[in-house]
């Protein structure tokens, strides 16, 4: 008797802990957990990858619950990483089933529901899925979320595939919400499907949601779509909270996580240059943009790493550039504003620091969209008395403030390796490693420093600072999305790039002047401060050019033979033949 009353105590104990620890609908914020999950892969059968991810997952539930996690979400991949001959089938979320209890469920589908409901958390994963209809079967790229009390309650079919022949679409997107216990109602997308309208814009502007669930896979490119710079800045342009998390394998380019609130910026985010799991847990204002969320824990987990890959530089991808308008910005061959010599504690020889201030009008070559810069920066040249083979920032990937910048302005479409084409306009600057083209839009791996004369003394570029960057241009106004892309140098080594915070750019989007808008960029705000650019600019999607017949004689037409790849087996095979 004493023994089951001492168990139901406990029992009594147990759900008055998790009760009290859980956020409700009055509270103004919950905590969600992401995870930068690095997967178990390699040379294994689809059931041994299967089997030991379920596992991994159930221990990052646990210790997102420890932190009283209320939402935990997964990567794209996470549970079958580059598998793909496993499926799953799963229950239709309208009959509320419980896996956990369910034998006709999976197996991977029972422990995730289990894990659910012995933890006092929502949980959203990926899996490729078996969909039996009649006597047809159809294999979709689907996320699932289990509720507190393990009922798969929502399933979304990813619906823009980038290559993934192996799997089917639906026939329209799905527009997928749920609901939580503690007031917030979320939507959920994969991937590819960020860069196009619907489903990711539309569950934002016809479905009023304002908080998203993100799995990924993604593979950063150059100079735009570095992962945390692409989540970044459409959780900003929409002002919704984005839980994203990103599938994680460094050495074949797949990294990138992070919670976003809105217009105040970024919560917490990791893009790694390591092949490790991170558990990324936050605070989440419920309305997006009025205050800024906290970080609860970034905890780095121990690594799963069959292979040895760990500390290798992650794979970045560079956009083809042929069609962009574009201006070096050189400025040994511009008029300075301000000028003193620096010392150089590590030799006897002066450096030279100069300041300069410029204002440029940089038009696409076959539109009439033009791209209006007013830019001031500082430039340090060292002494070639300077050992650069002993500073570490120069071997650092997202150093490029070490190098050269171009100024870019494009008004057309861009073609990706399928069928897929998008509209965009985009005025920014990137990054290049010397005075060529070639050379830009590239990761940072063994670059040389650039040297030249100045004032006949022979010096080498050593940095460049922005104090302001200012961009204004006319943008088209109907049905777009303006994003202000912006990723600077970091100074960790083990991460490729940084976020600016909220207070350190501003976006200004002004009043429509017929079938235009005058959008503004700023950055720095705060006076005295200055930023290591890694990239930035205005990148404006055109939604009603998507996906429209080409013109062939059109200049506007960007053939790109290299973007970010979403979960592709064209990529797996690519690497896994390396």
Partial sequence: ????????????????????LQSTPEDDSYVAAVVEYHGFHGNYSGEEILHFNVEKHIQLIAEAA??????????????????????????????????????????????????????????????????KNNSKEYKYNTNIVFDRKGTLIARYRKYNLFGEKFLNRTETPDFVTFDTD??????????????????????????????IVYSTAWFSE?????????????????????????????????????????????????????????????????KPGTAAGSKVTANVLPLVDEEGTTGQHSTILHEQLDDFATYLLKPETMTHI?????????????????????????????????????????????????????????????????FRYRLIAFDGIRKYIVDDTTGQQLCALMPCLNDTIESCARANINAKPISLQLDNRNLTLFSTEFSLINITADFQKDNVLYLPSILLSSTDKDVFGKLPTSDQYNLNIGEANGDKKTVSLQLPLKVDETIKLASGGILTRIFDRDNKPNDPNSANIITAKTLFWCSIPIIFYLFRNR
């Fill in 1 to 20: 008797m004493a023994s089951t009353s001492a168990l139901i105590a406990t029992i009594i104990l147990h759900i008055f802990f998790q009760d009290t």
């Fill in 66 to 131: 420890k932190q009283n996690a209320d939402i935990i979400v997964f990567p794209e991949l996470g549970l079958l990483s580059y598998d793909e001959t496993q499926f799953i089938e799963v229950p239709d979320p309208a009959k509320k089933i419980v896996p956990a209890t369910d034998k006709n469920c999976h197996e991977a589908l029972r422990n995730l529901s289990d894990a659910a409901i012995k933890y006092n958390i929502y949980v959203v994963t990926n899996l490729h899925e078996l969909f």
């Fill in 182 to 211: 503690f007031g917030v109602t979320f939507g959920t997308f994969i991937c590819f499907d960020i860069i196009f309208e619907n489903p990711a814009v539309g569950l934002v502007r016809d479905k009023n949601i304002t908080d």
């Fill in 222 to 286: 150059l100079p735009f779509h570095a992962a945390i710079q692409e989540q970044n800045a459409w959780a900003y342009s929409n002002n919704v909270n984005l839980l994203a998390s990103g599938f994680n394998c460094v050495n074949k380019g797949n990294t990138g996580s992070g919670i976003y609130s809105g217009r105040k910026g970024p919560i917490d985010y990791i893009q790694s240059e390591l092949d490790q799991s991170h558990l990324i847990i936050g605070k989440v204002p419920k």
């Fill in 338 to 402: 301000d000028e003193k010599n620096i010392t150089i504690i590590s030799t006897d020889a002066q450096g030279l620091e100069r300041t300069y201030e410029i204002t440029h009008k940089l038009c696409h070559e076959t539109s009439n969209f033009c791209c209006n810069f007013n830019l001031k920066f500082t430039v340090k040249y060292y002494p070639n008395e300077y050992d650069f083979n002993k500073d570490d920032t120069f071997t650092k990937t997202d150093a490029y403030y070490h």
